[in-house]
């Protein structure tokens, strides 16, 4: 029994090292001092994870800032926690679920009537290799919530940022849009046999291209934004991936963290493009690190990235 304790304890140890050595000697922190008093800012999907830590960022910094979450009353937890650890009251909870255009909308009616300013909106809920669902408006639900959802909340705020420019929209998205395909015979995966993996890379895609063609129709209006891979982050999107059987969950995932980011850290590239000053100019750039990287192919092509526009002004019925 004592060999094992023995085991169990140096186990338990060279875990903790490794948590400890990925934290202070492979993350990388933001290190920039900007205040935002008198900025608002809206964050997607800020109730927990990557988004209730840029939450917890602004609000440190004196932002205003608007949470926007599917579940009203996890987000009210969510912000009573950061109020109390920051002691800004200017937070707030509106709620808003990407998978309904009709929450998109309310939302976004809401705070063009009651908000005065909007400086910076990260967009960053998504969901990653969930069971074949549909949305309330029959999207398929990785493109409806990562993308078509995030698309049309940002046209529906472009007047607010663009009256506070320059002002800056950070995307969420993940290395997996290098495997992404934009499949425009079968956008909804609605004519083969449905692959979540599959699904999750073409959002993916889809988000970095938004980015792209963003920048070309409002750059000009001095709103800028930015495409961020935040890492391989531990967090509530891996309930359908390492957390999706007791198995892995319990053994497999605990190890992993080890090797992953945590989401403070994985918060830490969307903070830099929201605020660094050095790439203010850097529109439609794709990010990870607090470094800019190259996205793949299809994340560059011009072409596809207007004619998928021109399809999600259809389907969210933008136009």
Not at 166 to 179: D, F, G, M, Y
Not at 273 to 290: M, Q, R, T, V
């Amino acid at each position: 029994m004592k060999t094992v304790a023995y085991v169990l304890s140096a186990g338990a140890g060279a875990f903790g090292a490794l948590i400890l050595y990925r934290d202070k000697y492979v993350s990388v922190n933001y290190k920039g001092t900007e205040q935002l008093l008198g900025k608002t800012c809206v964050i997607t999907g800020s109730n927990s994870g990557i988004g209730k830590e840029v939450a917890r960022d602004f609000a440190q910094r004196g932002a205003r800032v608007v949470m926007a979450c599917r579940d009203i009353k996890k987000c009210e937890l969510a912000r009573d926690e950061i109020i109390n650890e920051t002691n800004n009251t200017n937070v707030v909870c509106y709620e808003c679920d990407l998978a309904s255009i009709e929450s998109i909308k309310s939302f976004a009616l809401r705070f063009n009537t009651e908000e005065k300013y909007l400086h910076i909106l990260v967009n960053n809920a998504g969901i990653m290799w969930h069971p074949q669902k549909l949305t309330k408006d029959g999207f398929e639900l990785h493109l409806g919530v990562n993308y078509l959802g995030h698309f049309l909340l940002t046209n529906l705020l472009i007047d607010k940022l663009a009256k506070c420019s320059p002002s800056r929209v950070v995307n969420l998205t993940s290395a997996a849009h290098k495997r992404g395909v934009i499949d425009f015979d079968d956008l909804n995966m609605s004519k083969k046999v449905y692959n979540a993996k599959y699904a999750y890379e073409q959002s993916e895609l889809a988000r970095v291209l938004f980015t792209r063609e963003f920048c070309r129709r409002f750059s000009d209006k001095g709103v800028t934004s930015y495409a961020v891979h935040p890492g391989i982050v531990r967090s509530n999107i891996s309930q359908y991936t390492i957390d999706n059987s007791i198995i892995s969950g319990t053994i497999i995932g605990p190890f992993m963290s080890a090797f992953m980011k945590s989401s403070k850290t994985g918060a830490q590239n969307v903070i830099y493009c929201a605020l660094d000053k050095s790439i203010e100019n850097e529109c439609g750039k794709y990010y990870s690190d607090l470094t800019e990287s190259k996205p793949s192919k299809e994340a560059l092509n011009d072409a596809n990235a207007k004619r998928l526009w021109a399809i999600s002004e259809r389907w969210t019925r933008l136009k």
